[in-house]
């Protein structure tokens, strides 16, 4: 069973970054596209990224472009979502969820995913 540990949550200021890594213990994610989901207090988790199996495509939602990035890690059991120029309005609870892919297509829709993460905290505050 595919199990996917969030890190690197925390409390910034507006205007700073956080890095969230999405580790699965024991699996190569290579054959997954990866999804990065938050969930605000009172609102229905939405989509914020995703990642095709080989990298090649990425997306993001409107409100995080140009300010996020994800990536996949050299140890390929490691996805990354580098976060910059945070807002209040980015708070949330994060979530990393995969799916395999024998053709991959990168979609950020909740009902897609398999493997969810527990989630992990981003508060921008100042």
């Known amino acids: 069973q595919l199990q996917l540990v969030e890190s690197g949550g925390g409390l910034v200021q507006p205007g700073g970054s956080l890095r969230l890594s999405c580790a699965a213990s024991?699996?190569?994610?290579?054959?997954?596209?990866i999804g990065w989901f938050r969930q605000a207090p009172g609102k229905e988790r939405e989509g914020v990224s995703c990642?095709?199996?080989?990298?090649?495509?990425?997306k993001y939602v409107d409100s995080v472009k140009g300010r996020f990035a994800v990536s996949r890690g050299n140890a390929k059991n490691t996805v990354y979502l580098q976060m910059n120029s945070l807002e209040p309005e980015d708070t949330a609870v994060y979530y990393c969820?995969?799916?395999?892919?024998?053709?991959?297509?990168?979609?950020?829709?909740?009902?897609?995913?398999?493997?969810w993460g527990q989630g992990v905290q981003v508060t921008v505050s100042s």
């Open positions: 969820a995969a799916v395999f892919r024998v053709v991959s297509v990168c979609v950020m829709n909740v009902e897609v995913y398999r493997n």
């Open positions: 024991g699996y190569s994610l290579e054959n997954y596209d």
């Open positions: 990642i095709s199996t080989r990298g090649g495509v990425k």
